[in-house]
């Protein structure tokens, strides 16, 4: 009996030591040691931390992907990436797996990577791992950029800002956050019926108010006709392809094949829904 509750108690401090690690030391930007690369995390509150990637080059910026890692209710801490050219561009998961000294993430389902692990070597410095969990590994440094007391600093803070609103938008600390843009198209139902046409998009029109309502779509508006058969353009207040597809498809348009569509990441300013409000008083016939 005493054997068995010495195992115990070994085996309780074991579990205790092995444990999941939240991100805060990620907070903040961080470049590559060989590239100009770098990758930018913001803390939207205890659970979640929303990041991209992106390129620097000429004084421009060209985002390459956007991450969220984010703890659920059951506590488990999910990193999540949605990559510009991959995986036609639909957010992967990768779950948190125990570890006491690094952050550990994988997703065995996954081609490449499998495994991401970042590492803290020291409070400026980042050790980047990516791999398929067995030979093929792929590491990089990040440094973090120094941030010369942004609190403090004139010369980039903002007077006005006001972070209640940040944090109800969802505003990284530049203002910005990630949307779907999404272009519609000339779908494959090429029919003829016109009260069959107008019906299927007065049911567009009602779907379009609706989702505005809801708050997931923020800009709609037509396009010139062009060679191309784009026929218009939405800006959804979302920041996944799965969640955009299961929206789109509640377009009559959609539904019956009148428009097609092509899903885009967009990085834009965190303030693009207020103008709403505004946008409902400025109208004065309806379509």
Do not use: C
């Not at 444990?19 to 590239?35: V, Y």
């Not at 990637?53 to 956007?66: A, C, D, H, R």
């Not at 920041?239 to 885009?264: C, G, H, K, R």
């Amino acid at each position: 009996m005493k054997y068995l509750l010495v195992f115990l108690t070994v085996l309780l401090t074991q579990r205790s030591i092995s444990q999941t690690i939240f991100p805060d030391f990620l907070e903040g930007t961080w470049k590559r040691k060989d590239k100009n690369h770098y990758e930018h995390w913001d803390r939207l509150n205890s659970r979640t931390f929303k990041g991209f990637s992106y390129m620097l080059k000429n004084g421009s910026i060209t985002v390459t992907e956007y991450a969220t890692i984010h703890q659920r209710k059951e506590k488990e801490i999910v990193y999540s990436v949605a990559v510009k050219g991959q995986n036609s561009g639909k957010t992967v998961n990768f779950k948190q797996t125990l570890s006491d000294t690094a952050l550990v993430f994988e997703n065995q389902a996954h081609d490449f990577p499998k495994k991401i692990i970042y590492k803290k070597l020291t409070d400026s410095e980042v050790l980047v791992q990516i791999s398929d969990g067995g030979q093929k590994i792929y590491s990089y440094t990040l440094l973090k950029e120094n941030t010369r007391n942004t609190t403090l600093d004139s010369n980039n803070t903002n007077p006005n800002y006001n972070y209640t609103l940040a944090e109800k938008l969802g505003a990284d600390n530049y203002g910005m956050k990630k949307y779907i843009l999404v272009v519609l198209k000339t779908g494959s139902n090429q029919t003829n019926d016109k009260e069959f046409i107008n019906n299927t998009f007065r049911g567009h029109l009602d779907n379009i108010n609706n989702l505005v309502e809801q708050g997931k779509l923020i800009v709609a508006g037509p396009l010139e006709q062009n060679e191309r058969t784009f026929r218009g353009i939405f800006i959804l207040n979302v920041d996944s392809m799965a969640e955009a597809n299961e929206i789109l498809l509640t377009d009559p348009a959609i539904q019956e094949n009148l428009l097609a569509y092509e899903l885009f990441n967009w990085y834009g300013s965190a303030a693009l829904p207020e103008y709403l409000p505004s946008a409902d008083k400025v109208w004065k016939l309806s379509p």
